[in-house]
């Protein structure tokens, strides 16, 4: 092991322990019984520990292409850790999508296996409940002394899913039958949900009442915001150019694939009857589920050993329904291959027949050639990527997001979505809204006017009360429960919904410009091996690295 390696190993250990919650997303062992401290000297301890860190990377030499690289990702890492740190940009730490509620709620959930639940450390992580939101709490307070409060919108909703949650865990211990364990479960699942009562109450009727109503951050803050999740700086007034342009792109290549399904037809009838044509359903869960796992399956039989050299431990992807709204999500397998790649899909419970015309484009999305593929092939690679590297995939949204609708095109490219209905699903649940996004994360973070043009509200300033309006007419969007989640999200986690549509931009550039230089000898499954093998990092590294 070299030195730098070692370096990033006892990086990776520190992490985990200072931020257990982190670590659980990242698929870390060994901190299943804990929640992260998310009071202030417990945050100072992780700014110090990305400092001290940075140094060392600083202050090691290094040898050969890898380290190199290795070196180069955890320094833009650690150098934006520092900068985030400095500029106090979390200090009122609530936001709707990956705040600590949320962080608390996740680490939870990826220790309820059913049956298989190891319940011990379920109880010990359902006892440190209370103390996880009574260090948030002390850190709330100590940003609210200096004048920092997060935006009314973001405790609001933060209020609302500490109430969300709590039927959650009542439900956990059902699971276990009976017995002191189980009464042992009940306590800590009351006590938890008592903690999240008060820590409701302490948002709603006492926090809010400092909280501002504004949600623009305006171009500083965000500009950090693009360097955490995008690893890149932006010119904002040309990204938001191309916006607009690649939201247009969508919308011409949508009315063309909806015209081959229903010619004359407007695009929203066309995606109505596609929602109710029975050549497009499933009768149920269990033939919904049958459905994303034969497409797993099939896509890593035809893949593997043309586009791409897929590993026997990556051969099967593990498919399950959820109950409830949301979205299709991937969780990447543990370090240790505990946990299996897994794609979540949730399915309303309801006994109305499934439409399924948007689900292929998903699946390859989050499966093969996407997430299943990139962050498993990460995670097996102990060759080249040292610990650091295998498990911070989730800390590159953009390399990673990026990946996934880079693997939607492909897919339509080697003839997966001909069907002129998946195709437009691929079009309408991928592309559009992740197009949507470039154009109202940096509207409503800078407050920009809509351009003439456009057909919407031309010349008027963006407003959260816009964005609803915009997604729910313009991109088809619903219910209006999700579009308002949506317009929270963006407002709550400035430059992340950028990570979809800018990540596949470069991944598609980084490609045309490789298929360019090579001329006749450009093999696509070999531009492939060599991307995935460089492992996660910032877009303008990645940029490079394909570049050389």
């Given at each position: 092991?070299?030195?730098?390696?070692?370096?990033?190993?006892?990086?990776?250990?520190?992490?985990?322990?200072?931020?257990?919650?982190?670590?659980?997303?990242?698929?870390?062992?060994?901190?299943?019984?804990?929640?992260?401290?998310?009071?202030?000297?417990?945050?100072?301890?992780?700014?110090?520990?990305?400092?001290?860190?940075?140094?060392?990377?600083?202050?090691?030499?290094?040898?050969?292409?890898?380290?190199?690289?290795?070196?180069?990702?955890?320094?833009?890492?650690?150098?934006?850790?520092?900068?985030?740190?400095?500029?106090?940009?979390?200090?009122?730490?609530?936001?709707?999508?990956?705040?600590?509620?949320?962080?608390?709620?996740?680490?939870?959930?990826?220790?309820?296996?059913?049956?298989?639940?190891?319940?011990?450390?379920?109880?010990?992580?359902?006892?440190?409940?209370?103390?996880?939101?009574?260090?948030?709490?002390?850190s709330l307070e100590a940003a609210r002394r200096g004048g920092r409060v997060a935006p009314y919108r973001q405790v609001a909703r933060n209020a609302r899913e500490c109430l969300d949650m709590r039927p959650y865990l009542a439900g956990l211990p059902a699971g276990h039958g009976d017995g002191v364990l189980r009464s042992a479960l009940d306590e800590a699942a009351a006590a938890a949900n008592q903690a999240l009562t008060e820590?409701?109450?302490?948002?709603?009727?006492?926090?809010?009442?400092?909280?501002?109503?504004?949600?623009?951050?305006?171009?500083?803050?965000?500009?950090?915001?693009?360097?955490?999740?995008?690893?890149?700086?932006?010119?904002?007034?040309?990204?938001?150019?191309?916006?607009?342009?690649?939201?247009?792109?969508?919308?011409?290549?949508?009315?063309?694939?909806?015209?081959?399904?229903?010619?004359?037809?407007?695009?929203?009838?066309?995606?109505?009857?596609?929602?109710?044509?029975?050549?497009?359903?499933?009768?149920?869960?269990?033939?919904?589920?049958?459905?994303?796992?034969?497409?797993?399956?099939?896509?890593?039989?035809?893949?593997?050993?043309?586009?791409?050299?897929?590993?026997?431990?990556?051969?099967?992807?593990?498919?399950?329904?959820?109950?409830?709204?949301?979205?299709?999500?991937?969780?990447?397998?543990?370090?240790?291959?505990?946990?299996?790649?897994?794609?979540?899909?949730?399915?309303?419970?309801?006994?109305?027949?499934?439409?399924?015309?948007?689900?292929?484009?998903?699946?390859?999305?989050?499966?093969?050639?996407?997430?299943?593929?990139?962050?498993?092939?990460?995670?097996?690679?102990?060759?080249?990527?040292?610990?650091?590297?295998?498990?911070?995939?989730?800390?590159?949204?953009?390399?990673?997001?990026?990946?996934?609708?880079?693997?939607?095109?492909?897919?339509?490219?080697?003839?997966?979505?001909?069907?002129?209905?998946?195709?437009?699903?691929?079009?309408?649940?991928?592309?559009?809204?992740?197009?949507?996004?470039?154009?109202?994360?940096?509207?409503?973070?800078?407050?920009?006017?809509?351009?003439?043009?456009?057909?919407?509200?031309?010349?008027?300033?963006?407003?959260?009360?816009?964005?609803?309006?915009?997604?729910?007419?313009?991109?088809?969007?619903?219910?209006?429960?999700?579009?308002?989640?949506?317009?929270?999200?963006?407002?709550?986690?400035?430059?992340?919904?950028?990570?979809?549509?800018?990540?596949?931009?470069?991944?598609?550039?980084?490609?045309?410009?490789?298929?360019?230089?090579?001329?006749?000898?450009?093999?696509?499954?070999?531009?492939?091996?060599?991307?995935?093998?460089?492992?996660?990092?910032?877009?303008?590294?990645?940029?490079?690295?394909?570049?050389?």
């Amino acid at each position: 092991m070299t030195t730098l390696n070692d370096l990033a190993d006892r990086y990776v250990d520190e992490l985990a322990a200072l931020d257990p919650c982190l670590a659980a997303v990242m698929g870390i062992a060994g901190q299943e019984e804990r929640l992260t401290d998310f009071g202030p000297r417990a945050a100072q301890a992780r700014a110090e520990l990305a400092r001290r860190t940075l140094k060392a990377v600083d202050d090691t030499p290094v040898a050969g292409d890898a380290e190199r690289v290795a070196a180069a990702v955890l320094r833009e890492r650690l150098a934006t850790e520092v900068a985030l740190a400095d500029a106090d940009a979390y200090g009122t730490l609530l936001d709707t999508l990956d705040g600590p509620v949320q962080r608390i709620r996740h680490a939870v959930g990826l220790l309820d296996q059913g049956g298989d639940t190891a319940w011990d450390t379920l109880l010990a992580r359902l006892r440190a409940v209370p103390g996880a939101l009574a260090g948030l709490r002390e850190s709330l307070e100590a940003a609210r002394r200096g004048g920092r409060v997060a935006p009314y919108r973001q405790v609001a909703r933060n209020a609302r899913e500490c109430l969300d949650m709590r039927p959650y865990l009542a439900g956990l211990p059902a699971g276990h039958g009976d017995g002191v364990l189980r009464s042992a479960l009940d306590e800590a699942a009351a006590a938890a949900n008592q903690a999240l009562t008060e820590f409701a109450a302490y948002l709603s009727q006492e926090l809010a009442a400092d909280a501002p109503e504004l949600d623009a951050l305006g171009a500083d803050r965000y500009q950090l915001g693009v360097r955490e999740f995008l690893g890149t700086r932006l010119d904002l007034a040309e990204t938001y150019a191309w916006g607009w342009e690649e939201l247009a792109r969508v919308r011409r290549e949508m009315a063309e694939a909806a015209a081959r399904i229903g010619p004359g037809e407007p695009v929203p009838a066309v995606l109505a009857a596609l929602d109710s044509d029975p050549r497009y359903q499933v009768k149920d869960a269990a033939a919904f589920r049958d459905l994303i796992q034969e497409l797993a399956d099939g896509a890593i039989a035809d893949l593997d050993g043309t586009h791409f050299a897929i590993p026997e431990p990556l051969r099967r992807i593990d498919c399950r329904i959820t109950l409830g709204e949301g979205v299709a999500v991937y969780l990447a397998p543990s370090e240790d291959l505990s946990r299996p790649g897994t794609v979540w899909w949730p399915l309303p419970g309801s006994d109305a027949p499934i439409p399924v015309w948007k689900v292929p484009g998903t699946m390859f999305h989050e499966g093969v050639p996407g997430h299943h593929l990139q962050l498993g092939v990460t995670t097996l690679n102990t060759a080249t990527l040292n610990r650091f590297q295998r498990l911070s995939c989730e800390l590159h949204p953009a390399h990673v997001e990026g990946w996934g609708l880079y693997a939607e095109r492909l897919m339509e490219e080697l003839g997966y979505l001909d069907d002129p209905a998946h195709r437009l699903g691929m079009l309408a649940a991928g592309q559009l809204l992740r197009a949507a996004r470039v154009v109202l994360d940096i509207g409503l973070h800078l407050r920009l006017p809509i351009p003439v043009g456009t057909g919407f509200h031309e010349g008027e300033r963006w407003t959260p009360r816009l964005g609803r309006e915009f997604l729910a007419e313009h991109c088809g969007l619903g219910p209006a429960g999700f579009v308002e989640f949506e317009i929270d999200r963006y407002l709550g986690r400035p430059g992340q919904a950028l990570a979809y549509k800018l990540g596949e931009k470069v991944w598609l550039e980084a490609r045309d410009a490789a298929c360019r230089r090579d001329g006749a000898a450009f093999d696509l499954n070999r531009f492939h091996r060599r991307a995935l093998d460089l492992g996660p990092m910032g877009l303008d590294l990645l940029r490079a690295e394909l570049a050389r």
